[in-house]
């Protein structure tokens, strides 16, 4: 049993991935639970819609009461209805919710793993792709790495670099990393189920981390006695 964990499009796209590779006849999993941000007001309408992950599973058919959307990942109930369900392992990707110990101790066998569009150590954090765009990197990637009770601090099971071209925008780089980050999660999936993937996973160095906050409305403004460079690299992480 897998437990999935995302939000926004993005995350949707993986677990698009994982509900396909769950129905051939010879998967070794099936997608037991989706969790999910509860519905939010959106539009000018302000009416409230589900996450696109819920929506996804909604339209894919998915069981509606099997799609949990708790307002923090500690609340009682919701880690009683996900101890209900008996997830060896949980997959998070753009959750957007802060994950508690009590979490993290439910999967008793393969933990939880989380798919982050960055090469770890480098971009821990809420906005990887936002502010590796920001410093105009010539090379990214995504990382598939064991989530722990620090920020995209675990180990690392498996990484995959992306040449950066210098006219993407973020939107763009945040799909092709995840849609990467999800062929990386099928490739790696068996040595997570059987354990081996805790021991070839390598521990980050610390040292050489750097962090990616969220962006803030002051960032959005353009200050042209700024370099060029600096401007264009700042309409690249901004055109969300």
């Excluded at 109930?77 to 110990?101: H, M, R, W």
Aim: glycine share 6%.
């Amino acid at each position: 049993n897998i437990v999935f964990l995302g939000s926004p499009q993005v995350a949707a796209s993986v677990l698009d991935t994982l509900l396909a590779a769950s129905s051939s006849p010879d998967s070794a999993f099936q997608v037991a639970a989706v969790v999910t941000q509860p519905p939010a007001a959106k539009n000018r309408g302000r009416k409230l819609l589900p996450s696109a992950v819920a929506q996804l599973a909604l339209e894919r058919g998915f069981p509606g009461d099997l799609i949990f959307t708790p307002e923090r990942a500690g609340e009682e109930s919701f880690l009683s209805d996900l101890k209900g369900v008996k997830p060896e392992l949980c997959i998070t990707a753009a959750y957007g919710n802060i994950l508690p110990q009590r979490f993290l101790d439910i999967p008793p066998c393969a933990g939880t793993v989380n798919i982050h569009p960055s090469l770890l150590p480098l971009y821990r954090g809420a906005a990887p792709v936002q502010r590796a765009l920001q410093d105009g990197v010539a090379e990214t990637g995504v990382s598939l790495a064991y989530t722990i009770r620090a920020l995209d601090a675990g180990p690392v099971i498996a990484c995959e670099r992306f040449s950066v071209d210098e006219c993407i925008k973020a939107p763009e780089l945040l799909a092709i990393l995840f849609n990467i980050g999800s062929k990386l999660l099928l490739d790696e999936l068996p040595s997570v189920l059987d354990g081996s993937a805790k021991q070839k996973a390598k521990p980050q160095d610390d040292s050489k981390a750097t962090l990616a906050p969220k962006m803030n409305s002051d960032e959005s403004w353009l200050t042209f006695d700024e370099e060029a460079k600096v401007l264009h690299n700042k309409v690249s992480f901004l055109i969300l």
